[in-house]
């Protein structure tokens, strides 16, 4: 008989199509994919326009893909408004193992200056594309100046997509890494204790979080604000504050917020109103917020940094009879898992809600226009 342990892997067969989720294929050799459908970031079916600008930022993946030498590639389709997305090898197989020493090597490389990129390289060009979109006058430009906008913003998302992924593959590839290698040097001690060594660092999550319990704290004081929050639904809340000076004033205050951090929606839905168009998100974590006692949420964080010291502490100091190498290697993971911990929720900020709202605004400025044709 046939030695079967070293036969190749199977050859891709379609999956057969279910009868309450008819699929065409345009291309035929896509039915052979290994797709997969995302709950996790998108949920709901999704407008077909919004897919096409989804399915180039998923594709993202084969910008870093290529750059760290990894041998897969990724595509994205909308089916029957889901979006699923399919990564499948892009070399022969007896080529994967030389390509995945390459691919290693490169992700090493990343994950040794992975901080010193975000902050001196790819923050500023998100920040410049962010200002770009902020200083062009929508309403102001002409049609042929408006579609020629809307090429240059599709641009801007796809080299967006590819900043994400350079930056979340190895951020997430150090946290687990080190993840593995703590459970390799300590044991099972605990499900989540390596993570005790990556808390307590400060990330933009976490100061949106501060800003809007310290929006709380002023509305706690404002007997006039607290009752309104308290009492009105949220779809009434502003206009009941409206209606008072007090309440005036914490409107204004959270405008301010809401032009700092407003630029998201609850999800990455491009359909859904951001904060700003709709803060009835905003006014719901008020209302909650109100309810509860004094807390000092910078305190917190001290104390969670304070924790991780101390842990990092007694991790090295167990590692002191180990080789030199095995210290090194824990230092360089450690490092590469704090700085990915950080950038797992900044590049959230700065990709994943501030783009996207811009890149509403763009479209739903063609919407207005469409509108206004069809009325007159």
């Known amino acids: 008989m046939p030695d079967e342990s070293h036969a190749g892997p199977p050859e891709p067969t379609p999956i057969e199509t279910p009868e309450n989720f008819p699929v065409t294929w345009e291309n035929p050799k896509d039915a052979e994919l290994p797709w997969e459908y995302d709950p996790m970031h998108f949920t709901n079916p999704i407008p077909v326009l919004e897919g096409d600008v989804w399915c180039v930022f998923r594709e993202g993946f084969n910008y870093a893909f290529e750059a760290y030498e990894i041998p897969n590639r990724a595509v994205s389709r909308l089916i029957n408004t889901y979006l699923y997305q399919a990564m499948f090898p892009a070399v ?13 090597a490169a992700l090493q490389k990343a994950m040794s200056n992975l901080s010193e990129r975000w902050d001196t390289e790819w923050l500023p060009e998100i920040k410049a594309f962010l200002e770009h979109w902020d200083t062009y006058d929508l309403g102001s430009a002409s049609m042929p100046d408006l579609l020629a906008h809307l090429d ?31 459970h390799d040097l300590f044991g099972d001690e605990g499900a989540f204790d ?19 319990w310290a929006l709380s704290r002023k509305a706690r004081e404002a007997s006039e604000v607290r009752e309104v929050l308290e009492t009105q639904a949220i779809a009434e809340v502003v206009t009941a504050l409206e209606t008072t000076s007090a309440g005036q004033a914490f409107l204004s205050d959270l405008k301010t917020f809401l032009n700092s951090y407003g630029q998201r929606s609850l999800n990455w839905d491009l359909s859904l109103p951001s904060w700003i168009e709709d803060p009835a998100p905003v006014i ?26 101390e842990a990092v502490a007694s991790a090295r100091e167990r590692l002191k009879g180990y ?16 700085v990915g ?15 996207p709202y811009r890149i509403r605004l763009v479209i739903l400025e063609f919407g207005y226009r469409l509108r206004s044709a069809s009325c007159r």
């Open 341 to 355: 911990v950080v950038l797992s929720e900044d590049h959230g900020f700065w990709i994943d809600f501030q783009a």
């Open 92 to 104: 022969p197989p007896e080529e994967m193992e030389a390509h995945g020493k390459r691919a290693e």
């Open 284 to 309: 719901k974590n008020l209302k909650d917020y109100i309810t509860q006692d004094e807390r000092d949420p910078s305190g917190e964080l001290e104390i969670l940094a304070t924790e991780r010291e």
């Open 323 to 338: 080789p030199q190498q095995v210290r090194e290697q824990f230092e360089f993971l450690l490092n590469a898992a704090q």
């Open 194 to 212: 390596a993570y005790r060594l990556l808390q307590g660092f400060d990330n933009k999550t976490l100061e949106v979080d501060r800003a809007l």
């Open 152 to 182: 240059d913003t599709l641009e801007k998302q796809e080299r967006l997509a590819g900043i994400h992924f350079l930056t979340v593959l190895p951020a997430y590839v150090g946290m687990g890494l080190f993840d593995d290698l703590y």
